[in-house]
Every structure is written in C-alpha cells, then in structure tokens.
C-alpha cells in the first residue's frame, strides 16, 4: 500500500502541489474572516486546475479538520 501511496504523489506536478496549497491558504482566510466558505471558495479555485472530483476528494479532510476545530 506505501508505494501505491508513494506512486500517487509523485505523479502530481509540483506546480500542482503549489496551486492546492495557494488555494487552501485563500480559502481558509476566507473561512477566517467570514466563518464559513472554504469548500466553496476551494472548490470553484481547485476545479479550475485539476476534474471536479479530483478537487472534491482533495477537500474532504480539511473540511473535516476545520468544521472540527
């Protein structure tokens, strides 16, 4: 199971690791500011670089995490 892991992301860009971090980082200071928006914001910002379900899975544990908190 670790190299399947391992295999997933390395097949990423890093270009496209930056992207989703730059987004995750607008998103929850949207969310900081206002309270609620970071699937919302994320998700119309990931969907623009990577399919719709792919940026669906990427916000699955940090909206978790952050409806948490």
């Not at 607008?26 to 990931?46: I, R, Y």
């Amino acid at each position: 199971m670790e190299s399947s892991l391992l295999a997933t992301f390395s097949a990423v860009a890093p270009s496209q690791w930056a992207a989703a971090a730059a987004v995750f980082v607008l998103a929850g200071l949207v969310k900081g500011v206002v309270g609620l928006g970071l699937p919302t914001v994320a998700m119309g910002l990931l969907a623009l670089r990577m399919p719709a379900a792919q940026a669906a899975a990427l916000l699955v544990v940090p909206s978790l995490v952050t409806n948490v908190w």
